[in-house]
């Protein structure tokens, strides 16, 4: 079970495969709090490998987990496992409108009632794999709850923060980003989606395929296409054109600032930094700003940088914690 546990987590196992698995899960109360465990862990071994104590710290923890299987819970839970994996093979070989039967229950039946949740410290990002293969970078200060299979009708995940989505195909069980505001539904595409519950900020940018955003009680609706961002400006979502690769350069270590009005960078800041500002001189926030930095690069020498171009002076606290804009 280890070792299916390891291949799971690097995406390496086949449809029949984590059926089997997440079917054992879910009658296993004992191997669902395992692998919920094993989740946390690989959230944590995802943070940037510049974390070493907390790298360390997370693969010792694995090392303990795997050492406290015995002999015993590998063979009872492998014979689970294969018993699951074989009732997989004889479902293969039903008829059609058997296979017709069960997948109609197995929707109607909501399972996704285990949720893990991962977060992310500030300064930080983390890469992810869900259960159906999708991949998901997540920004500082994120937080993403997941369900630890997708049984249902739909994948839905929960999403606080920013998040860069490359989602698997799947036109027959759509993939659905729920946040505070609104929900982003799609079948499979690559998407960015930022929403951070304590700022008054949304926004939605396609890379490709086609997403829709709704918002529950309201019949508003936006379609997007490659290329295009929505972002919610008074209260409404407005659509435009946009460089999708500076928007994305989060999750490759680069912040890119295309023609953004100094107040937007300032709000950026704060999420992604452990740093708050004091707007003293209101002219200096309607002033656009083009460049790019390194997400390592501290924000004081953002500011610093932005300072050289444009008309305002700035101050730091003893800490460099609060940076006053004069």
């Given at each position: 079970m280890q070792?299916?546990?390891?291949?799971?987590?690097?995406?390496?196992?086949?449809?029949?495969e984590k059926y089997a698995l997440f079917s054992a899960i879910?009658?296993?109360?004992?191997?669902?709090?395992?692998?919920?465990?094993?989740?946390?862990?690989?959230?944590?071994?995802?943070?940037?490998?510049?974390?070493?104590?907390?790298?360390?710290?997370?693969?010792?923890?694995?090392?303990?987990?795997?050492?406290?299987?015995?002999?015993?819970?590998?063979?009872?839970?492998?014979?689970?496992?294969?018993?699951?994996?074989?009732?997989?093979v004889i479902a293969i070989l039903c008829t059609f409108f058997t296979l017709r039967y069960l997948e109609h229950k197995?929707?109607?039946?909501?399972?996704?009632?285990?949720?893990?949740?991962?977060?992310?410290?500030?300064?930080?990002?983390?890469?992810?794999?869900?259960?159906?293969?999708?991949?998901?970078?997540?920004?500082?200060?994120?937080?993403?709850?997941i369900p630890n299979s997708f049984d249902g009708k739909y994948r839905k995940v929960y999403l606080d923060g920013e998040a860069f989505f490359n989602v698997e195909k799947n036109k027959d069980k759509p993939f659905i980003?729920?946040?505070s505001r609104y929900d982003v539904h799609v079948s499979g595409t690559q998407f960015n989606v930022l929403n951070y519950s304590e700022m008054t900020m949304f926004e939605t940018?396609?890379?490709?395929?086609?997403?829709?955003?709704?918002?529950?009680g309201s019949r508003e609706k936006v379609i997007l296409s490659p290329n295009e961002q929505v972002v919610l400006s008074n209260n409404q979502l407005k659509k435009s054109k946009t460089n999708?690769?500076?928007?994305?350069?989060?999750?490759?270590?680069?912040?890119?600032?295309?023609?953004?009005?100094?107040?937007?960078?300032?709000?950026?800041?704060?999420?992604?930094?452990?740093?708050?500002?004091?707007?003293?001189?209101?002219?200096?926030?309607n002033v656009a700003y083009t460049g790019k930095f390194k997400a390592s690069d501290p924000p004081e020498k953002i500011i610093n940088v932005i300072h050289l171009t444009n008309k305002f002076n700035y101050r730091l606290?003893?800490?460099?914690?609060i940076i006053y804009i004069r």
């Open positions: 070792k299916l546990l390891e291949r799971y987590f690097y995406g390496e196992l086949n449809e029949s879910e009658k296993d109360a004992e191997l669902k709090a395992d692998f919920i465990r094993l989740q946390n862990i690989r959230g944590l071994m995802a943070i940037s490998p510049s974390n070493t104590a907390g790298r360390e710290e997370a693969e010792a923890a694995m090392r303990r987990f795997y050492a406290g299987i015995g002999q015993m819970r590998r063979r009872r839970i492998l014979q689970s496992f294969y018993r699951y994996a074989a009732a997989v197995n929707n109607d039946r909501n399972y996704n009632n285990s949720y893990s949740e991962i977060t992310v410290p500030v300064g930080q990002r983390v890469k992810i794999t869900l259960a159906d293969g999708s991949a998901v970078w997540l920004n500082s200060r994120s937080k993403l709850r980003v729920e946040t940018t396609l890379l490709e395929g086609q997403v829709e955003i709704t918002q529950s999708t690769a500076d928007r994305v350069s989060w999750k490759d270590g680069i912040l890119a600032f295309d023609a953004e009005p100094f107040s937007e960078i300032i709000k950026k800041l704060e999420l992604y930094y452990d740093v708050k500002f004091i707007i003293q001189n209101t002219k200096a926030m606290s003893p800490d460099n914690k």
